[in-house]
C-alpha cells in the first residue's frame, strides 16, 4: 500500500509538470495569431505574409527542440538548469511584446526577409523559449524520482490540450473582449508565469539530484541505438499528418466553402489527435481506429471525390473531417506506438518537429510552384494509407505485385478518357463503375501498398472526371489561391445554346462574360447594368466625364465597361495572376475592349493606395475578395480614414459586400456612425433578371449627404439609408471580431 505522503507528493509533482506544459502550449498558440495582427496593418492581406509567419514558427520550434536534445543529452541536469536559466533572463530583453521602434516593411522589394527579421528581434527569444519547453520538461521529469518518470510522453497530452485550449479561446473569447494593447500586456505576464513554472520543475529537478534513487531501471537494448529507418519512419509519420492538416484546410476553404475560421476545425481535429495517443487509451483505442479506416475510406472516397455533388456542403465537410481524423490517428499512433525509451525522448521530438516543419515548407513553398490545384491533398491521402502497419514478411516481389492493379486502373482510365468523344454522355455509367471498383479497392485493405494506390488512383481518376466536365480551360495556382476560367453554357433569349467564360477564384465566382460580339461589353454578375453599379454609373453620367476613378480588385475586368475615355481608371489588385488572366482576349476581352488605357497597380491595396496623392479620386470601388471573403485590414476604421483621405471632399466610397456567411454591412453601418458619414445599402435581388445578372449587394458612403442625394431620390433602385447596430464595437487594426457577424 502506497504511503499518502508519497501518493500526494507524487500528483502535485504530476501537476506541476503538466501545468507548465499546459501554460508554454497555450502562450504558442496565442502568440501567433496576436503578432500576426500586430503585422497585418503594415503588411496587407497577403497570404504569403501568412505563409512567412508560419514557416518563422515552426522553424523557431524545430530550433527549440533542437536546443532541448543538445543540452539534454551533452550536458548534466545541474548544468542544464543553469545554461537554461541564462536564456530565459535573456529573452526578457523581448518584453513587453512590440514591434521594433521605427521599423517599417520594404515598399520596392519583396518584404519576406523583412518580416523574418522583424519576427525575430520582437518575439524570437520568448518564442524560443516557449519552444523548448515540451521537450525539455519531460526530459526533466523523465529524470526525476517519480513513479511515471519511465514513460513521461503521457504529458505531451497537457501540452496538447493547452494548444488546444487557446486555438478556440483566440476567436471566439481572447479576440472579440480584448484588445491588442490588452492581449500584449495579458501574454507578457503569462510567459512571466510560465518562466516561473520552469523554475519549480528546474528546482525539483536540482533536488532530485542532490538525493538520486537507489536503483533506476535499465534502458532495452533494443533502445540502445536508433536505426535511420525507425528515425525515417518517424519523420514520415510527422511530416503527412502536417501536410496533410495544411492541404486539407486549403482544400476545404477552396473547394467546399470559404468560410470564417474554417481553418480551426482540421487544426483542433490534429491537436485533438495528439491528446488521444499520448494518453494510456492508445494502446487500447489504436487497433480499433486501424481496423475503422479502410470502412471509413468506401463514403468518403464514393462522396467527397467520385459523386460529391449529391451531399450539401456541411455533410462534405463532415465526411473530409472524419476521413483526417481517421488518419491522422493512424499515423500519431503509430508515432506513438514507436517512442522510444526516455534516453531518447528528446530525440524523438526533434524528429517530430522536424517531419512538421517539411510538411508545412512543402505546402507553403513547393506545392504551389509545382501544382495548378490543391494535390498536395490527395497525394498525402494516400501517403497516409502507405503508413498504415505493414506485415513485416511483405517482400520487394510481393510490393511490385501490390502496384499492377492500381497501375492498370490508371491506364484502362485513361485510355477511357481519352478514347470516348462525348464523355459526359457517360458520367453515370463512369461514376458508378468508380463506386464499384471503390468496393473492390476494400478488400486489398490487408495489403497497404495495393489498397492506398487503388485508392490513390481512384482519386485521381475522379478529380480528372469532374475537371473535364467543369470544362475547365484554363488553371493556376498562385499564393493567393487557386483561379480558373470556366466554358459553360446557357440558353439564350432564342433558346439556342450560348457559351461564356466564368472566373473563378477557388468555390467563388469572381466575373463572367457573354461571347457573342455585340454581348462582350456587357458587365454581368455583380456589375450588371440594372444592379447597383449600373445604377451608380447611370444617375452620375453626365457628371461623371472627366472624373478619377480607383478600383480595388479586378477580376475579369467587366467594372472597366463604364469607363469612358475622358476619365482616367486605376486598378489596383493584388495578384499578378488576374490581370494576366484578364488581359488575355481568349479568357476575357474587357480590357481589350472597354479600358481606356488604366493605370494598374500590383499589390496590396491599401499600401497602394496610402501611397497615392491625397485628394485624387471621384470615386473609389472596393471590390477585393479571397474566394467570397473581404480581407479583415481592407475593412477596419483605419483602412476608411486612409479611402476618405484618397477621395475628393465630395467623393464616392462604394463597397462590394456580398457574402454567404457575413453580415459586412454591419461592420460599414457602425464605422458610418462613429465617422459621421452619409451611407446607402442596396441588397439588389433582381426579379426576371437576364441571364448572368445576380442578387448581389452594396454600400455607398461619402462625407456629405449631398453627394448620395441624387442616388437616394433616383427611381433606378432602392437605396436605403443604412440600419443601425449597436452589438459590436467598430473594427479597427487592434480589434476586429468576425463571430459577431456572422449570418
Not at 36 to 43: D, E, F, M, V
Not at 539 to 544: A, G, I, L, S
Amino acid at each position: 500500500m502506497s504511503h499518502p505522503a508519497k501518493t500526494n507528493q507524487s500528483l502535485s509533482w504530476t501537476l506541476l509538470f503538466a501545468g507548465t506544459l499546459f501554460v508554454s502550449a497555450s502562450l504558442m498558440f496565442v502568440l501567433q495569431p496576436l503578432f500576426g495582427k500586430i503585422l497585418l496593418p503594415l503588411l496587407g492581406g497577403s497570404p504569403a505574409v501568412w505563409n512567412t509567419c508560419m514557416v518563422f514558427y515552426q522553424t523557431i520550434l524545430f530550433l527549440g527542440y533542437l536546443y532541448a536534445h543538445t543540452i539534454a543529452s551533452r550536458f548534466k541536469p545541474v548544468r542544464q538548469i543553469q545554461l537554461h536559466t541564462l536564456v530565459i533572463l535573456l529573452s526578457f530583453l523581448a518584453l513587453p511584446l512590440a514591434l521594433p521602434e521605427n521599423t517599417a516593411p520594404p515598399t520596392e522589394s519583396n518584404p519576406t526577409l523583412w518580416i523574418v527579421w522583424t519576427l525575430l528581434i520582437a518575439i524570437g527569444l520568448p518564442l524560443f523559449v516557449v519552444s523548448t519547453t515540451s521537450p525539455l520538461i519531460q526530459k526533466w521529469f523523465a529524470s526525476i524520482d517519480h513513479k511515471n518518470s519511465d514513460d513521461p510522453y503521457f504529458l505531451y497530452a497537457a501540452s496538447n490540450a493547452g494548444s488546444l485550449i487557446a486555438l478556440i479561446s483566440y476567436p471566439f473569447l481572447i479576440e472579440p473582449h480584448i484588445d491588442l494593447s490588452a492581449q500584449k500586456t495579458d501574454w507578457s505576464l503569462g510567459y512571466i508565469l510560465l518562466c516561473l513554472l520552469i523554475s519549480a520543475c528546474a528546482a525539483l529537478l536540482y533536488k532530485s539530484k542532490q538525493h538520486p534513487p537507489i536503483t533506476q531501471e535499465s534502458t532495452p537494448p533494443e533502445d540502445v541505438n536508433l536505426s535511420w529507418g525507425r528515425r525515417l519512419h518517424w519523420l514520415a509519420l510527422a511530416f503527412v499528418p502536417s501536410s496533410l492538416l495544411l492541404g486539407l484546410t486549403n482544400f476545404i476553404s477552396t473547394d467546399i466553402a470559404s468560410v470564417p475560421l474554417l481553418w480551426i476545425i482540421p487544426l483542433t481535429v490534429y491537436l485533438l489527435t495528439f491528446i488521444i495517443v499520448f494518453s494510456h487509451w492508445n494502446d487500447a483505442i489504436h487497433p480499433v481506429i486501424v481496423r475503422l479506416q479502410p470502412y471509413i475510406l468506401i463514403p468518403f472516397i464514393t462522396y467527397a471525390f467520385i459523386n460529391p455533388a449529391d451531399l450539401p456542403y456541411w455533410a462534405y465537410l463532415i465526411l473530409h473531417l472524419i476521413a483526417f481524423f481517421f488518419a491522422v490517428m493512424v499515423c500519431h499512433g503509430e508515432l506513438s506506438k514507436n517512442r522510444p525509451a526516455t534516453q531518447h525522448l528528446t530525440t524523438f521530438y526533434l524528429i517530430m518537429s522536424f517531419g512538421g516543419m517539411l510538411g508545412g515548407m512543402f505546402n507553403t513553398f513547393v506545392a504551389p510552384f509545382i501544382f495548378n490545384g490543391i494535390y498536395e491533398y490527395p497525394l498525402m491521402i494516400i501517403a497516409a494509407l502507405l503508413l498504415r502497419p505493414w506485415s513485416i514478411s511483405i517482400t520487394a516481389k510481393s510490393a511490385l505485385l501490390q502496384v499492377i492493379w492500381p497501375t492498370a486502373l490508371v491506364i484502362t482510365g485513361l485510355t477511357l478518357y481519352a478514347s470516348i468523344k462525348d464523355l459526359l454522355q457517360y458520367f453515370d455509367i463512369i461514376v458508378i463503375s468508380l463506386i464499384f471498383i471503390t468496393l473492390i479497392t476494400f478488400l486489398l485493405r490487408s495489403k497497404p501498398i495495393a489498397f492506398a494506390f487503388s485508392t490513390g488512383a481512384i482519386i485521381f481518376l475522379s478529380l480528372g472526371l469532374h475537371g473535364l466536365s467543369s470544362h475547365t480551360i484554363y488553371q493556376e495556382r498562385t499564393f493567393f489561391g487557386v483561379l480558373a476560367v470556366r466554358e459553360s453554357v446557357l440558353t439564350d433569349e432564342r433558346n439556342q445554346d450560348e457559351t461564356y467564360h466564368e472566373l473563378f477564384h477557388g468555390t467563388t465566382k469572381h466575373g463572367a462574360q457573354r461571347l457573342p460580339e455585340n454581348l462582350q461589353t456587357t458587365p454581368l454578375t455583380y456589375y450588371s447594368r440594372p444592379g447597383p453599379m449600373g445604377q451608380l454609373f447611370k444617375e452620375f453620367d453626365t457628371k461623371n466625364q472627366n472624373w478619377n476613378i480607383g478600383v480595388v480588385g479586378l477580376g475579369a475586368g467587366a467594372l472597366t465597361c463604364y469607363s469612358k475615355a475622358s476619365q482616367h481608371w486605376t486598378l489596383y489588385e493584388i495578384d499578378p495572376l488576374v490581370v494576366e488572366i484578364a488581359s488575355k482576349p481568349e479568357f476575357f476581352t474587357y480590357m481589350k475592349l472597354c479600358a481606356h488605357q488604366p493605370s494598374i497597380r500590383i499589390g496590396d491595396a491599401r499600401l497602394s493606395l496610402d501611397k497615392e496623392p491625397d485628394g485624387q479620386f471621384d470615386l473609389l470601388i472596393m471590390d477585393a475578395f479571397s474566394s467570397d471573403s473581404v480581407p479583415t485590414h481592407l475593412i477596419t476604421k483605419e483602412a476608411l480614414e486612409i479611402y476618405f483621405k484618397k477621395l475628393k471632399p465630395h467623393g464616392i466610397l462604394a463597397f462590394h459586400m456580398t457574402n454567404r456567411h457575413l453580415a459586412l454591412k454591419k461592420v460599414l453601418s457602425i464605422h458610418a456612425e462613429h465617422m459621421h458619414l452619409a451611407a446607402l445599402i442596396q441588397e439588389y435581388k433582381p426579379q426576371n433578371p437576364p441571364p448572368l445578372v445576380v442578387a448581389t449587394d452594396w454600400v455607398v458612403m461619402a462625407k456629405n449627404p449631398d453627394t448620395l442625394a441624387p442616388l437616394s431620390l433616383s427611381q433606378l433602385g432602392h437605396w436605403e439609408k443604412m440600419p443601425l447596430y449597436f452589438d459590436m464595437k467598430p473594427w479597427t487594426d487592434d480589434f476586429t471580431n468576425i463571430v459577431t457577424i456572422w449570418k
